[in-house]
């Protein structure tokens, strides 16, 4: 009688990523490894490979320095106006796709040096050096015009940043510049705007009469969450510009003060709105303005010293929201665009914004990486899935106020031009090429786990 090969124990046996291969899923438990049958996902599931992710963050940054020109053109001949040291309204920004100073473009100056500093491809500093100097270049003659009546404010090229209205005009911004400056990219004088833009921050936005950073819209007393982002991390670079200790104390204490205010702690997640007074409060918990709570936890951990007696705090809040988050992410690794709301659409931004946060706080060791390494890992594979071939992000909310109902949220538009999905994509996309470059993040037993390099 011929012999039958049985594989007792094939099921206990964890299989390396070059050795293990997927079943066709014939045979029975008694002949076949069925647990190695190949699943049906529907986005990548696996380690990314370094120079996959680059690729992919290549194709968005060909698309952005063609989509976002800098340059003053004469409106009389379209030809490209070079005199810095004079402009009226017969000279104009070259329009591309997306606003250079506005605070999506503050999030993906950012992103284009965390690529830089990880890859060492000089592209990507050179994209925010070149943009920073040509405003620093043409900021000296477009005061003088508008303070001269030649231009208007509204009217003339980067004028919120002679007089900003909101911390949308100048918060995330500021903190780019700054960002720029340490990294030693950038060498044009932006001190003039980061003058007003600290004054601005410091002294003319709105506040609570307890201190807090607060909005007059859509009713008064507004604490939107997006302005954690727009307000804290600028706060904290200013303190390392300056040497001032007061922003970085200001910073700190908006931070402490949001948070109590904002977040669920039995759902580990915060709410968008909050007015002072309301009773009831409705929440809803928007995903991107999630995002922009917990990167306000990231850069804030990137800044403060190890010795800060907040730290602690800031850090123990990061945790729990990164815990919360935990629990709200999808089967296909995206979150939702309200997050416990497993019926509103999955939105990219948000994601991508998650996954570069817990790729950070993995890589920075302020999270387990066992625990959260495959979920960021998960998150970056989803988002991929949303770069189209001409290197535009696609499934991102569009820009989004301050709502009270559910339809609201649930039908706000997606758009591939919407500005708010390139930052988090690309800074998402270096912490993964960071995270796979320092760890030995494998598929272990059918499964994405992190170990040690």
Known sequence: MKARYIL????????????QQYVNGK????????????????MPYDVPKQEDVKALLDRVFAYLDEATPAMMLDKKTGAE???????????????????????????????????????????YSEYVRK???????????????????KLSQRDAPFGAFLKPHALDDCGAICAAMIKGIRSKNVNGDLKPMLDIFADFISNKEHRLSDGTLARLRPLKNSLWLDDMYMGIPALAQLSL????????????????????????????????????????????????????????????????????????????QYRAHVKGLAAYQSATGFWHQLLDRNDSYLETSATAIYTYCIARGVNNGWLNAEAYAPMAVLGWNA????????????????GTGMGFDPAFYYF????????????????????????????????NDSAIHYYQK
């Open 241 to 316: 510009y300056t040497g001032e200790k007061k922003y970085m104390d200001d910073a700190v204490k908006q931070f402490k003060q949001f948070v109590p205010r904002m977040f669920n702690t039995e759902k580990g997640i915060y709410m968008h709105g909050w007015i002072e007074g309301m009773e009831p409060h409705p929440q809803f918990h928007w995903g991107r303005a999630n995002g922009w709570a917990l990167l306000t936890a990231t850069e804030l951990l990137d800044i403060l010293p190890e010795n800060h007696p907040d730290r602690a705090y800031v850090l123990a």
């Open 27 to 42: 045979g029975s438990d008694a002949t076949s490894p069925l647990h190695l049958q190949k699943p049906d996902y529907t």
């Open 131 to 149: 943009r920073f100097n040509f405003i620093a270049a043409w900021m000296p003659a477009i005061q003088k015009a508008v303070e001269s009546g």
């Open 383 to 398: 988002v991929s899935t949303k770069i189209n071939d001409k290197g535009e992000v696609e499934g991102t909310c569009v």
């Open 412 to 443: 706000r538009p997606v758009n591939n031009k919407a500005a708010h999905g390139y930052g988090p994509v690309i800074m998402a996309g270096a912490e993964i090429i960071q995270l796979v470059k320092t760890s030995g993040m494998k598929i």
């Open 81 to 123: 106006y070079t005199n810095t040291k004079s402009i009226d309204n017969n000279v104009t920004l070259k329009m591309g796709d997306y606003r250079l100073n506005s605070y999506e473009w503050g999030v993906t100056y950012g992103a284009m040096l965390r690529v830089a500093d990880v890859t060492g491809d000089k592209r």
């Open 8 to 19: 007792p124990l094939v099921c206990a046996v964890s299989f390396p990523v070059a050795a």
